[in-house]
């Protein structure tokens, strides 16, 4: 019997698979893929849940995605010609179509396909991290997000940063006897528009987004420390940006760099119309998995809401664009 696409992706979208609790989802494909004679791996990222690495001939292309998402949980259900719940475009629905495009292939007899499902993308990227130490063949690797269902010529990163604000505290009702913290954080931050950050021609501008910001302890207490957790999209080499922010902040608070993700340019093919994203993906941390691509069905945009959904009829094409995207990729 062929696979049917909806019903498959609405059996994964059944089950929940939070980042940190993707164990279900993860014995749910890895069963489905053994029961269909595929050489599959388990790989513990940490204990009771991991990559999913599935192989045939190998030497090939690797479709691959995600099988974390992020909070709440909501459960699937079709309305409008549309499949919704937690997973639908990032990324349970494109695992869906990966599974099917790549049955589809190996019982036409291209058995040059593997498939990588990991955990975490959504939380630090640990699957990914981890599978790049996979003993991976393949020359090419399609990566699935949700791209309107066109290639993604480029990828912006991103980079985390903490500006920080000191002061000293004080009872509120003596203010001459403290600092605020707050206020100059107040000064600082409708700055970050002015700044002149480094742009592309292919990804556009660098952006930076105030994400968070905590400061003081109690409305009597003057704050004796402020603090931005900020994220910057960037569209290359991340020193320019710093320099910038360095600049920005200098004398008036401390920076803090965290977590950091490469801007990417992505191989296209051509008959597909391609362009750039703006999101990070985990492709930056699978570099021993072949030259990159980046398609799926799907919009970023609804990603991450509680109005979550892919088109169905998009969700059946993708299989074909898949399989299309990796017979263009080997050699006949």
């Known amino acids: 019997m062929p696979v049917d696409v909806v019903p498959l992706a609405a059996e994964l979208l059944a089950i929940p698979s939070t980042t940190r609790d993707e164990g279900r989802a993860v014995e749910f494909v890895a ?3 053994v029961a269909r004679g595929w050489n599959v791996n388990v790989q513990e990222v940490t204990p009771g849940r991991g990559n999913v690495w599935a192989s045939r001939k190998g030497g090939g292309v690797t479709l691959s995605t995600h099988l974390d998402t992020v909070p709440p949980y909501f459960p699937p259900r079709s309305e ?3 499949l919704f719940g937690r997973g639908s475009c990032d ?3 494109i695992a869906a179509a990966m599974l099917t495009a790549a049955d589809r292939l190996v019982k036409s007899g291209e ?11 959504e939380r630090g990227s640990d699957g990914a991290r981890l599978a790049n130490q996979l003993p991976a063949t393949s020359k090419f690797l399609i990566n699935g997000e949700p791209t309107e269902s066109m290639l993604a ?4 990163g991103a980079l985390r940063f903490i500006a920080r604000t000191r002061g000293r505290e004080a009872h509120s009702a003596y203010p ?9 954080m107040l000064a600082l931050l409708p700055e970050l528009k002015t700044l002149k950050l480094p742009s592309d021609e292919v990804l556009g501008e660098t952006t930076v987004n105030i994400g968070l910001i905590r400061g003081g302890t109690e409305a009597n207490i003057i704050p004796g420390i402020c603090e931005a957790e900020m994220m910057i999209r960037l569209v290359g080499d991340p020193a320019p940006a710093k320099t910038v922010i360095d600049k920005w902040a200098e004398g008036r608070a401390e920076i803090e760099y965290g977590a950091y993700t490469p801007a990417m ?45 892919v088109a169905i009829d998009e969700l059946r094409e993708s299989v074909e664009h898949y399989e299309r995207l990796v017979r263009s990729l080997l050699p006949s």
């Open 111 to 121: 058995e040059r396909v593997d498939l990588l499902f990991v955990v975490g993308e």
């Open 265 to 309: 340019h992505f191989h296209t093919v051509p008959g597909f119309e391609a362009k750039p994203v703006a999101f990070a993906t985990d492709v930056p941390l699978l570099t021993n998995w072949g030259t990159p691509l980046l398609f799926g069905p799907g919009s970023i945009h609804v990603a991450h809401t509680t109005d979550e959904f």
């Open 91 to 93: 990324a349970k629905g």
């Open 153 to 156: 010529s480029g990828s912006k």
């Open 31 to 33: 069963r489905w893929l």
């Open 176 to 184: 001459q006897l403290g600092q605020s913290a707050i206020e100059p």
């Open 80 to 82: 409008g010609g549309k």
